[in-house]
């Protein structure tokens, strides 16, 4: 299958939907709605969302429904970029080639635009559309726990933030990558699965899925921090090596990194096989995480 | 009844709730549990647990269920404090009379901190025990809009940061003080009574007694920021008029403020008449709202 074309056109039905589920820049207070549509439509792949619906759709969920979903899961990323991006924090001026949002609406803004973005993603979880009570309540318990401090993102990212500059040994790195977007990753095809009712062992197969991928990811976005411009990745590159993090690169090599993030994408297609023809996407997701350039 | 030996006791209990909500200091990732606990523990008056607590206890709401709302909603008010005192927004060094939480762990893990509350007060509403799944949605429907940027208080701290230093109207004011603190205090009673079953005359009632006790606690805010020294207040005294801030005394003169805060609490009093006796600490705790001095 063309997975460009197919990631093409699901961003673009993406993209309207968070533009319906986001307050106008003209409603009161305007700044605010500003600063997260600008983040929220500064680029990026969509690639949590477009999870979501891969995962969702090979079990025969509802397109809005994921939709929906997606969209919810991509706002607290979003969420997690502003905050990361902060001069506290990483301190990064560009994100996707284009000013960071506190670089064009300053840092008291921009701390806000994150928080209403984590705010807003609760709001679009509690009323999922053609779902029941439960399923609703267990996507918010699996999104907040995925996104909290206990091997959640905000743990993963407090690790991160306290390594650099020191020696990281494998197991730290793991808890890292595992914990600041392993597990948001992997609550995407969870999420995916459970909108579309899925049953235990199917959800323990995308379960699986998304937890191979999500590290094949972060392996795959240390590996182009090293070897793309910055003006290809449309963000500085070359810098976690300046500031020491710990990065697979770093620790294992160029080629072993290569190595072991194609065995992840391999595993995680393994796991999907029970689902025959309707995982392809899935599967041709896998696959481009490997070969992305960006 | 003895209102201050009440709301003493409650907020033992309220105390020993949250210390068991939260991740223990000793939990990997220390440092962000730290950092949430030193925010959440540096004192406060545990007023909107109170309130979440007296609401549903006189409709003979569950004790255990209330304090985990009670705590959920502190924990978020607390993350709001920790991104209001950052030094990009109101550059606090001193709340609850003890160093603001980026003055005790620098500003990366007090933008994290926050985040971490607001994660966790989801985490705890979706598990609240003795409700209905549909109860349970109600409730994180209400926290998650009256935190936001519409009507709420992300909007209304928005619009009280771009008003500073400018001519504020009557309009904008009322605006601002309904969103930035009236709506979450006005959730604490709703929320409290819904997690009571409260029937929608009851529901109402609790609305709107929320909203007069939750403007006039802000009126009374603004009163002692003139009148109260630093030390009394635990945090910097006189700020308001220093940064140019949009405040009822401000804008009506002391007299006036002070009379309208006791019209509200009156109003307030009012609305709970039909509870009878039960409601006997709602309305000793509209009068400690007006008659306090911290």
Known sequence: MDIIAYMQERRREIDRNLDRLLPPETQHPATIHRAMRYSIFAGGKRLRPILALA?????????????DLGSAIEMIHTYSLIHDDLPALDNDDFRRGVPTCHRVFGEAMAILAGDSLMTRCYQLLVDL?????????????????????????IGGQVVDLESEGKDVDRTLLDYI??????????????CGGLAAGAAAPELAAL?????????????VDDILDVTETSENLGKTAGKDEQVRKATYPALYGLDASRKRAGELVERAIGEIGRF???????????????????
């Open 129 to 153: 559309p053609g779902l029941s009570d439960s399923v609703r309540l267990s996507i918010i318990r699996e999104v907040a726990a995925a996104t909290g401090t206990i091997d959640g993102m």
């Open 55 to 67: 995962a969702g759709e090979c079990l025969g969920g509802r397109r809005d429904t994921l939709l």
């Open 207 to 219: 379960t699986e899925y998304g937890r191979n991928v999500g590290l094949a990811f972060q392996i």
């Open 276 to 294: 025959g023809e309707r995982a392809e996407p899935l599967r041709a997701l896998a696959r481009f995480i490997m070969d992305r350039s960006t």
């Open 177 to 190: 990558h595992r914990s600041k977007t392993g597990a948001l990753l992997t609550v995407c095809t969870r």
